[in-house]
């Protein structure tokens, strides 16, 4: 009876321990690789560890820079300011209107081309329908209702600057007075007495009325006076009037 108790017992530990022996193989397998860790781990700290790791030039091409900061492209509003060009007070772009004289004074005579009856007056600007073209317009003068024949005067001392004939206005004679002044009278007779550049007094006859204006030929007999000053059109009484 004994004899097959312990055949049983060796029977059983010769199965067990094939497992026995696998468990202590796989414990020391993983107490080395625990031990190898260990090692190199402690190694980091020693004195070699700077070999563990390699510079790296980073000028090289290829290698990526490393930026902390990002760039913007986009300008910041303090620094995309636009400069206005440089430009001269003096560019020249501007004529510079100069009298053609400077004979004109304060005290000189004026007097009215014609002493006939004002029949329209200076709008200053303002629209007005003339009667002749029906349509809306400034009137930048004065019309003075002159027979025709009738003789007209130089309404004040100066020089005669232009004599023209317009299709609208007729024979027109200029006279610039100085200082910037320029007197106009439009619808004269063709037979101007006058020249450009001859000088005059105030009064002196300067044309008749002809009435050759087309685009007030609809009015009383009459001419046409204006004045500018400095090349804008003034209110011709208040030139007369001084």
């Keep these: 009876m004994k004899k ?3 055949a ?21 397998v993983g107490f080395s690789t625990y031990y190898a ?3 190199i781990m402690n190694g980091f700290g020693g004195e070699n560890s700077d070999e563990l790791f390699i510079e790296v030039d980073k000028n090289q091409p290829g290698v990526p820079l490393v930026t902390t900061t990002a760039q913007s492209t986009i300008p910041s509003a303090t620094t995309a300011t636009t400069t206005p060009p440089q430009t001269s007070a003096n560019t ?14 304060a005290s000189s005579p004026r007097t009215m081309p014609s002493d006939g009856e004002i029949i329209n007056e200076y709008s200053d600007g303002e629209l007005v329908k003339s009667q002749t073209l029906n349509l809306w317009q400034t009137h930048d003068g004065v019309d003075i209702a002159a027979e025709i ?14 004599i023209w004939e317009d299709a609208l206005w007729g024979v027109c004679v200029s006279i610039d007075h100085g200082d910037g002044h320029i007197s106009s009278v439009y619808g004269l007779d063709a037979n101007v007495p006058v020249s450009i550049g001859q000088e005059i007094a105030c009064g002196d006859i300067i044309g008749k009325a002809g009435n050759t204006a087309e685009c007030e030929c609809k009015l009383a007999p009459h001419i046409h006076f204006e004045v500018k000053k400095d090349g804008g059109f003034i209110n011709p009484l208040s030139f007369i009037e001084g």
């Design 149 to 162: 024949g009738t003789d007209i005067k130089a309404c004040g001392e100066g020089q005669i600057l232009n």
């Design 37 to 39: 860790y260990n090692n």
């Design 92 to 105: 020249g772009t501007e004529p510079q209107t100069e009298p053609a004289n400077n004979f004109f004074a």
């Design 8 to 28: 049983k017992v060796r029977a059983a530990m010769k199965g067990k321990g094939f497992i026995v022996a696998l468990a202590l193989s796989v414990a020391a």
């Design 4 to 6: 097959q108790g312990f």
